[in-house]
């Protein structure tokens, strides 16, 4: 057996914690030996299917209680799993009917596991030829044990946020897994007789997957999960879990925090106790310092520790964590003059009124190193700015695309991240965009995190919902345009307020003067799974405003 699979076997036979899932209207909590005895008969069904080793399944469900079951029974059977995009009421189902299905000739799918709430998808993939089978039809199977599994089998496919019309998997082995999952508990050190997971972070984006589902179901270890839909109804939800199960480790992208800080802003005293958090991972998005500075003191009040508050940075090529701060450390911010930063690439330290505060996202994890590069290759020191490249075991080979297979690493093993950051002194990490998105204005870099950040700023914003779209790229004088949400939308003099207020900020903030403002309404701004903005695809927003 990989180490992996044989972890995840072991602690099945021996922990006695355990999934919760069901909060906030039906707590139902499983040992992770009942959910491998699950997970043995739906392996049966699935060898019934003729899923053998080295299959790719694809799944299809929104329910942590049926996908960890359902994840473990695929590698059970030796094959790797592939959690789909998920439609939306929203979505064409049209469209993701064919997206889907692209995805799955890409990977070559034997069969889809079908569970809640996407029942109505079965007829529409079955109308194209595509194998489905249902939890429950699997739960029926006979009671199998597993097959043998490698180090270098394939246990991920990790779909990335690209456009679903042209996907591209991450593939990830039961090697990287495993090594990835060991630096990241290592690393914050984590206790399986101490720790308690709290997450609501969607199952079908590596950070929920990975970190908060397959990760404790490997150790043993307890976690308490509710969906993104439980979450959004009610994000305080979150806070009170913490409490009710005296959660330690949870993590989500940046707009979540922010969401969660104005929550707690509102409550009244006692409303939550988050006293036992200890380890707040904050990443999948850039990571706003205000944010967090907003949330240590609106969580001050409930018990919070403020060095519990954690800026990290990941991807799913490194499985999962690339670099992680230590326990304790709390944020730490990174003073830099802008002016240095954006004309010559270099992270110059300031004190002046001007510095830019840049939240640093702790050290490599264990076994995973990291260099920046410039434009010809040529590996820079501390404090320049270029592209971030890593290299180790936890990161994978490559890629599967609708036109085959796809390297990930250079002859040395590096892989181009795509991020444009530096290192400090001490070896801490710091993320300023991405390359595609950098926008060039007189001789300037200028960072749309930046523009987003001062837009950001103004009222009626909502949180996380601001995105600087580049125009006239690669001309020899580019622009950018922002768009924001406000939930006033509808109210001519409050749009008209915002657009005026917006320039007012990224103009005293960045700069630079937008050549125009769109101010849409909530949920216009394209985004991915795991709610990063879609840059690329938000052009389109600027006629959306004149409509």
């Known amino acids: 057996m990989s180490k992996f699979t ?6 099945a036979a021996i922990s006695n914690r355990g999934l919760v899932t069901g909060e906030p209207e039906s707590p139902f909590r499983q040992t992770w030996g009942e959910i491998h005895q699950d997970a043995r008969r739906m392996a049966g069904g699935l060898a019934d299917a003729g899923i053998a080793h080295g299959a790719a399944i694809a799944v299809l469900a929104g329910q942590p209680v049926d996908i960890a079951p359902a994840c473990q029974a695929s590698w059970m059977r030796g094959a790797s799993v592939t959690m789909l995009h998920q439609p939306t009421p929203r979505t064409d189902l049209a469209v993701w009917g064919q997206d889907t299905q692209t995805v799955i000739d890409m990977i070559s799918a034997k069969v889809v596991i079908l569970g809640a709430p996407f029942g109505v998808a079965k007829p529409l993939l079955e109308e194209r030829g ?42 990830i082995t039961h090697e990287n897994f495993y090594v990835n999952a060991y630096a990241m508990i290592n690393r914050i050190k984590f206790s399986i007789d101490d720790d308690v997971m709290v997450s609501w972070l969607p199952l079908f984006h590596d950070m929920g997957m990975v970190g908060f589902l397959t990760v404790p179901m490997q150790l043993g270890a307890e976690i308490v999960s509710i969906t993104p839909l439980d979450f959004l109804r009610s994000p305080l939800l979150w806070a009170e879990l913490m409490g009710k199960y005296r959660g330690t480790v949870t993590a989500a992208p940046n707009f979540a925090y922010s969401l969660l800080a104005r929550r707690l ?12 958090v200890r380890y707040m991972w904050n990443g999948a998005e850039p990571v706003d310092p205000d944010t967090m500075v907003a949330l240590a003191e609106a969580g001050a009040r409930f018990g919070l520790d403020p060095t519990a508050l954690a800026p990290s940075y990941g991807m799913a090529e490194t499985t999962l964590a690339a670099s992680v701060p230590d326990p304790n450390q709390g944020q730490v911010l990174d003073y830099v003059d802008p002016d240095f930063l954006e004309a010559m690439s270099r992270a110059v330290p300031s004190t002046r009124q001007n510095a830019r505060a840049m939240a640093t996202l702790g050290r490599m994890v264990p076994g995973l190193e990291g260099r920046v590069v410039d434009s010809e290759e040529q590996v820079l020191p501390a404090r320049g700015v270029g592209i971030i490249e890593v290299r180790g075991r936890a990161v994978t080979a490559g890629y599967l695309t609708v036109d085959g297979p796809k390297p990930a690493q250079d002859a040395d093993g590096w892989l181009d991240t795509g991020d444009v950051g530096y290192f400090t002194e001490e070896g801490l990490v710091v993320v300023c965009g991405r390359v595609k998105d950098v926008i060039i204005m007189g001789g300037r870099n200028v960072y749309p995190t930046d523009i987003e950040r001062a837009a950001g700023t103004v009222a009626g914003v909502r949180p996380g919902n601001a995105v600087a779209i580049r125009l006239d790229a690669g001309q020899k004088r580019e622009s950018f345009a922002v768009a924001v949400e406000t939930n006033a939308f509808e109210d001519p003099e409050e749009v008209k307020r915002i657009e005026r207020e917006v320039v007012r900020a990224v103009v005293s903030d960045v700069g630079v003067r937008p050549r125009a403002v769109a101010v849409l309404g909530p949920g216009t701004i394209p985004k991915t799974s795991s709610g990063k903005l879609r840059r690329a695809n938000s052009a389109a927003l600027l006629g959306a405003s004149d409509q």
């Open 265 to 276: 802003a509102q409550a009244p005293d006692g409303a939550v106790d988050l006293s036992s």
């Open 6 to 11: 044989d972890e995840m076997y072991a602690s």
């Open 130 to 171: 595509i194998t489905v089978v249902t939890v429950e039809e699997l739960r029926k199977g006979p009671s199998i044990d597993p097959v043998p599994t490698a180090e270098s089998d394939i246990v991920f496919q990790q779909l990335t946020s690209g456009s679903t019309g042209s996907p591209k998997a991450v593939q």
